[in-house]
């Protein structure tokens, strides 16, 4: 008989591929996927650790299992991702009917613990070596993740789908707990991500979107031989099916004039660029050690703007990080109105024990002055995002056709052959029409007719296909 395996996952994209993997592997070992805890035999939890809020979120889930678990001791419950990498033990302490703690680079070992708890060798722990544990290769190796298991109904859409190029990171920007949870920077193999790739597109994947902390820092070095990320955007041209090609995070100074023209002359990129600028003041930067200053991003807005113009480029920005004044954060609203993002992520800073800017600042900015520079940025962004969709009026752009949009489906009319459906422009602008289920999963051109900060609304255009009329002349 079949086990149950119930899944909650939180955090960004990466959480959500991991996910897919685990659930790919999971079923080789005779589990299907339940929606009830009730029901479940397994309930795992992949979590994310870059806000305290992400944090809270999964104790408070985990606390809601605490009875489950008292009535039923024979489920295994387990924290996986980045929380596990970081709390390891200290999960224990907090939920302690907790069985099963793995990080996010072992998770190949996830249906082996889960036997292990079953037969009754008590708890399970799995984690890879932290920044400063052995040599660099013994960190790389056990940070090493296990992709080409993939699980298509696990997808945002069947015709959609993540592709790791990457893992880890190398940055250490004074915020950030990735570099720490993920391990080091490591480029996989060029021919493992155009395989995979294939894989995809047979399995009916149009759109790929690669992914990486610092994706176009991609590097592959073999026998003197070294690839970068325009280089794989070349070879993954060439695969028969893949329509689109996306690639996201950015990181500003690595964002090459070779990357661009990549972009600019491979049909299948989308002109498509999220590069997080953070703050827009030089001395918050520093703070911060992204790397760059104001006039490195926009050195790169030119180039993007001159090889690339159509490019819709977005953003991430934390506010209120340690020492940031009124006079910082005005900068960073000018440029902000000076970049005319199409939408950005802004998110109010939280400290995270075990990062540099924990141990070097204060984190000095009050709650509530967070949440007013929040809103306001929220508000010059979702301006400058209107105005921007406006200029889709009357245009017509080419959608992949994702699904139902979301406000049909609250209202309960998924079974409607005729509905609202949604789906994405190449440069990644949302569009909400009026179609037919058959549609989804189609690349169709729309006509836009009107336009809010985060949709554009259309309508599906079909050419004429005759039967041709002729007006008969009576005499
Ligand atoms: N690697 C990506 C990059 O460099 O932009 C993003 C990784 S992080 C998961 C996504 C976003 O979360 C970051 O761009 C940043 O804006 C935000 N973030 C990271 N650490 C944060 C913190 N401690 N507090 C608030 N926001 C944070
Ligand atoms: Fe975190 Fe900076 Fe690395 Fe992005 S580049 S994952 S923000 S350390």
Known sequence: ??????????????????????????????????????????????????????????????????????????????VMGCMAQKDQKLIFERAPYVDLIVGPGQLQQIPELIENVISGNGRQVAVSLGRRDGSV??????????DPLRDSEMRPTPFQAYLRIQIGCDKFCTYCIVPMTRGPEQGRPPEQIVAEARILADQGCKEITLLGQTVNSYRFVA???????????????????VERIKFVTNYPKDMTRELLEAVRDLSKVSPYLHVPLQSGSDRILERMKRGYTVGDYRDMMGRIREIVPN?????????????????????????????????????????????????????DVP????????????????AISEEENLQFLGQRVQVLIEGPSKLTLRKGQQDEPLQQLTG??????????????????????????????HTLFGAVVTEEVGPTVYSLQLK
């Open 137 to 146: 290769e013994n960190i790389k190796r056990s940070h090493e993740t296990f």
């Open 1 to 78: 008989m079949s086990k149950k395996l119930y899944l909650e996952t939180v955090g960004c994209q990466m959480n959500v591929l991991d996910s897919e993997m685990v659930v790919a592997s999971l079923r080789k070992h005779g589990y299907s996927l339940t929606q009830d805890p009730q029901q479940a035999d397994a309930l795992l939890f992949n979590t994310c650790s870059v806000r305290e809020r992400a944090e809270e979120k999964t104790y408070s889930s985990l606390g809601k299992l605490k009875r489950l678990k008292q009535q039923h001791p024979e489920k295994v419950i387990g």
């Open 424 to 453: 994405r422009t190449h440069c990644d602008r949302i569009v909400v029409f009026d179609g037919n289920v058959r549609q989804i999963g189609q690349t169709l051109p729309v006509a836009i007719y009107d336009a809010t900060a």
């Open 367 to 382: 709650l509530d002055v967070k949440q007013d520079r929040n809103n306001e940025l929220l508000a010059v962004q979702s």
């Open 311 to 363: 490019a819709a480029i977005s953003s991430d920005f934390i506010v209120g990080f340690c020492g940031e004044t009124d006079e910082d954060f005005q900068r960073t609203v000018e440029l902000t109105k000076e970049c005319r993002f199409k939408n950005s992520f802004i998110f109010k800073y939280s400290e995270r024990p075990g990062t540099r800017g924990a141990e070097m600042y204060a984190d």
């Open 223 to 241: 026998e003197g031989k070294t690839t970068r990320l325009a280089d794989l955007l070349e070879q993954l041209q060439q695969v028969d099916g």
